[in-house]
């Protein structure tokens, strides 16, 4: 079955930095669009990033453009988030989860989440 | 960016109930929207995709319908197993977007 695990997750001080790594496997990653999702403790899933099969096209939600990049390493099969100047906000599960279909995921149905990480939790604070 | 306000915010239930859960889209998303399941400490499930398709796996009593902006989960008789908090998400724009979540508790 297809496997999706999250590391890198810790606690940092406001203004810090982290990478997120998702590894996959199981799958033919290279073929898949990712995204991060992420939860704030007791709250609701809220979606973060994405970033096509071959790394050239991404996108941010504007909470966290400028400040976070999504990337990924198809010869690793590893999706990652990199995170800087993180702010107390900024703490949450963080997850990364494939979408329903293989090939260009732009927009429409294909943009459900069939698989998830089990979460990695970021924790912003001094 | 699309709002997604998801009704009721939580509902007691017994097992073999129907549940009805509604989910209405700010704007106009034609049947691009899915359903999760989330238990504690988990992560979300998929159930339903394109409003109505279900999910492989995913057992029968659930299913979606609507289109445009409003939007039903059903749980034709639920079970144990079920108990858990329910999201929906549109798909028909950047930034995706998730409905506050409907928490379906026992009675």
């Known amino acids: 079955e297809v496997q999706l695990v999250e590391s890198g997750g810790g606690l940092v001080q406001p203004g810090g930095s982290l990478r997120l790594s998702c590894a996959a496997s199981r799958f033919t990653f290279s073929s898949y669009w990712m995204h991060w999702v992420r939860q704030a403790p007791g709250k609701g899933l809220v979606w973060v990033s994405r970033?096509?099969?071959?790394?050239?096209?991404?996108s941010y939600a504007d909470s966290v453009k400028g400040r976070f990049t999504i990337s990924r390493d198809n010869a690793k099969n590893t999706l990652y988030l990199q995170m800087n100047s993180l702010r107390a906000e900024d703490t949450a599960v963080y997850y990364c989860?494939?979408?329903?279909?293989?090939?260009?995921?732009?927009?429409?149905?294909?943009?459900?989440?069939?698989?998830w990480g089990q979460g990695t939790l970021v924790t912003v604070s001094s | 960016d699309i709002q997604m306000t998801q009704s009721p915010s939580s509902v007691s239930a017994s097992v073999g109930d129907r549940v009805t859960i509604t989910c209405r889209a700010s704007?106009?998303?034609?049947?691009?929207l899915a359903w999760y399941q989330q238990k504690p400490g988990k992560a979300p499930k998929l159930l339903i995709y394109a409003a109505s398709s279900l999910q492989s796996g995913v057992p029968s009593r659930f299913s979606g319908s609507g289109s445009g902006t409003d939007f039903t989960l059903t749980i034709t008789s639920l079970q144990p197993e079920d108990f858990a908090t329910y999201y929906c998400q549109q798909a028909n724009s950047f930034p995706l977007t998730f409905g506050g979540g409907t928490k379906v508790e026992s009675k």
């Open positions: 704007q106009g998303i034609s049947n691009w």
């Open positions: 970033i096509n099969s071959d790394g050239s096209s991404t």
């Open positions: 989860a494939r979408v329903g279909i293989k090939g260009f995921c732009g927009v429409g149905s294909c943009l459900r989440f069939d698989y």
